[in-house]
């Protein structure tokens, strides 16, 4: 018997690969003795964050030698005139604005598209961009959420007050409830941008294939399928005549789901026009300034409790810096206001938030994507009620825990997906349980009196989520079982890291019964899998990972009913294994790859094979070679579109020690109980937390998108910005596992893409206020933050 | 503004992974560009272009070097080996390969040539690193998936893998 692969630590597929440098990502197409003929682009960016441009000349461009084309806005047409599109449009987002491809008439941040040359290679490109003479009338920046909601100066002329949106959404009467509460408490809180940066920056690739009359684009996407439907509806094509391809891609973290990006119009653009294939790679200070950022909120907490610390009313505020534009809507505040819950019941609830405009880069998801503020206001008035009651934090959470017995629990709000934000399972006291072992929350405080007796000073925090995963609308698959018993499955979602290609295959070797080197998993190519929304919000696994089971299962179904045949078995006695359909107790047998010949009645035999499957050979001689409602071949194509998402969740605990002196902190101990429902493949889900731990780390500790009163990124390069090492990641993270399965799901699997990141802020502000004695209300922290906030509270 | 002219092309000979090519490039033309774009060794990959990251570190005699730090014109008196010459003349991987896909020690995969040309430079140096040696070894090297916890593993694993020969 095959062993099930499910659950199983299988090695790495797509490994051997990258390993002998043989990954093929967007700046590796077209090169080597491909690359001669391809030409190479290069955009002027804007130098302002905030101008109207008077004039663009490009006069002196065409003349460096090797140049082929200069495009500014003027040369736009149709659709390509129009701005770029509002990807999710919600009813509050009331004035929402999106850039052109190409600025017209006004810039609002340093970085964006002014104008795009397209030259023989990259190096003549960027020349021929520092001659074009742009003539700016600079206007004053709106930087940061306190110069948004000042409103002073406007980000957009026709958005008053810098407000794209307002959203509020209540549950019972929360300012009564906090008003007859026994006990109160007021939170004013902070969180700092950060971003994705992929190691990998953006990129695409574009060629007209005149032979076959069709477009074919690389992109370093997170949906194929979309940048598919937006290049065909900027560029007039139709959707037929487009091919995306998503090769390798080095990380993605969100950033990539954004799309159309305006160089992935303008490459295809130019590379149509020019009858060449064009090229753009960004190059990282373009990463920094031209991409996307998230995380920056403002929040303001009011919260009712009794003595037991159990909430009875919960009022939040909060305001969320979407930089210049809102392409992609209100995810990310959305997810804030209700993911904030997290394993909670908040008694009475009113969030309202406002989304603001800033003269920065557009803030659009970036792992966790909001969870991080919303944890980090949860946690953080956790903490606050814990230490006014004088009573356990571990407790003060148990108490507001929903219980097992009440799932399915239906919070009564609207989650980012349009639907009702309803936890399908967990199990957040047995969670809460292995973290206090795992951790030795009450060891603590004898490790402290130890730490404090040699002059060392150190703090612990716990901080709890819940997660949405898996949000619709769909994704689908399609399993065929080629002549040789090869199986080649695909999958429209695209993959940046997450070993899609073995874990996918883990799933169709157990359902289908074949080896799983047999199995070769494809996503992100629009020519296999046409139908396919994306990789985010933790819903691959969920999404695509159901999709194949179905198709897989689709398969196996129609192998067997042609195995019944040509065994002359009932299906009943028929089972698959290691890819040989038999008849159980009896030396009777068929492989797969013959059932796929007998499948697809032949009238030309061209190998041994196939004669077996010619008219001569097979079939009843008054039957339809193909019976009725069946199709030739032996394939399965089917969709998973869940009614709502999943539900994961988790807690993380820390201990950090902080120096006296210099105020630097450190990570001692970190752990993580992560409920994800049933693992696919352990190896690969303890990879992904991780490494949203480091990013969490991060951003908890060092990244910060220092810009200056004028709107101007000052730290955009690594050199600044100052992305984890290895030295500034703890030696050990401690991982444990609970199972809860989704019923939402044929595996029970729940996402867990994002999970390591999301509750990291409010970890260490927990540890770090434990170890210090006062309340932390602002990350990132640095040494010198620290520093002065001793200061502060010793005066 | 003046009329830009073609620019100076300068015939060099490059030695990488044992093969040495003949290529007309221009001064300013990155060692990485001409790895990536001339040679079409693409396991060579760019992360940040100024030397932070690592991605694009290779060989140079042996030594760790970031490609995107030289100018292709530059390296022509040296034996250059990138992510490509690492596996044995089989085209077995080499240990520290093994090593990488026995710990998970990659995600994406985009930094990992970076990472591997480095460890391999530098067990050569110090075949037996102390845990603290290993986490050293690779802290001039950005990975934004893996979080650094199983590549710390497969540094010490591929140590194993070699020892044991």
Known sequence: MTTRLMGQPVARVEDRRFLLGEGRYVDDVLTGPDGPGTLHAAVLRSPHAHARILDIDVSGVLDVDGVHAVYTYDDLTGPMAEPLPVLIPHPALTHGRTQYALARDEVNHVGEAIAFVVAEDRYLAEDAVDRIVVDYEVLPA??????????????????????????????????????AAPHRLALDLEIERSACMPMEGRGTVARWDRDADRLVLWSSTQTSTGVRAAVAAKLGLDIGRVDVITPDVGGGFGVKIVHPWPEELLVPMAARALDRAVKFTEDRREHFVSSAHERGQTQHVEVGFDDDGRLLGLDVEFWHDHGAYTPYGLIVPIITSTQLLGPYKPGAYRVAFESMYTNTVIVTPYRGAGRPQGCFAMERTMDAIAAYLGRDRAEVRAVNFIRPDEFPYDHGLVFQDGRALEYDSGDYPASLDKLRKLIDWDGFAAFRRACAEQGRTVGIGLACYVEGTGVGPYEGAHVHVETTGKVKVATGLTTQGQSHATAFAQIVADELGVRFDDV????????????????????????????IHKAARRTREKALRLAADALEASVEDLEIVDGIVGVRGTDRSVPLGTLSVLSNPLRYAFDEASQAATQFSVGDAEAPPVAEGEEPGLEGRDFYSPVHATFASGMHAVIVETDPETAEIR????????????????????????????QGIGGALYERMAYDDSGQLLNASFMDFLMPYVSEIPDAIDIDHLETPSPLNPLGIKGAGEAGVIPVSAVIAAAISDAEGFPITAMPISPSDLHTLREEHRA | M?????????????????????????????????????????????????GVCGACTILLDGEPARACLMLAVTATAHEITTVEGLAGPDGEPNAVQRAFAECHGL??????????TTVTAGLRRDP?????????????????????????????????LESSR
């Open chain 1, 667 to 694: 990570i001692l101990r970190y752990a993580v109980v992560h409920d994800c429902g049933h693992l696919i493949n352990p190896m690969v889900v303890e990879g992904q937390i991780h490494g949203g731990v480091a």
């Open chain 2, 128 to 160: 037996r690193p102390t845990h603290e040696g290993a986490r050293d070894m690779i802290a001039g090297n950005l990975c934004r998936c893996t979080g650094y916890q199983n590549i710390v593993r497969a540094v010490e694993r591929a140590a194993e």
């Open chain 2, 107 to 116: 995600q994406c995969g985009f930094c990992t040539p970076g990472f591997l």
């Open chain 1, 520 to 547: 070769e998993v494809v996503t992100g190519d629009t020519r296999r899998m046409p139908y396919a929304v994306g990789t985010f919000a933790s819903r691959a696994a969920v999404m695509s990972g159901s999709a």
């Open chain 1, 142 to 179: 709106v930087v940061g959420l306190d110069a948004a909601r000042a409103a002073d100066r406007l980000v957009h002329d026709d958005v008053p007050g810098n407000v794209g949106a307002r959203l509020e959404q209540t549950v019972g009467d929360a300012p009564a409830a906090i008003a």
């Open chain 2, 2 to 50: 003046n009329e830009i002219r073609r620019e100076t092309r300068h015939e060099i000979r490059l030695r990488v992974n044992g093969v040495t090519h003949e290529l007309r490039v221009p001064a300013r033309r990155l060692l990485s560009d001409a790895l990536r774009h001339d040679l079409g060794l693409t396991g060579t990959h760019v992360g940040c272009e100024h």
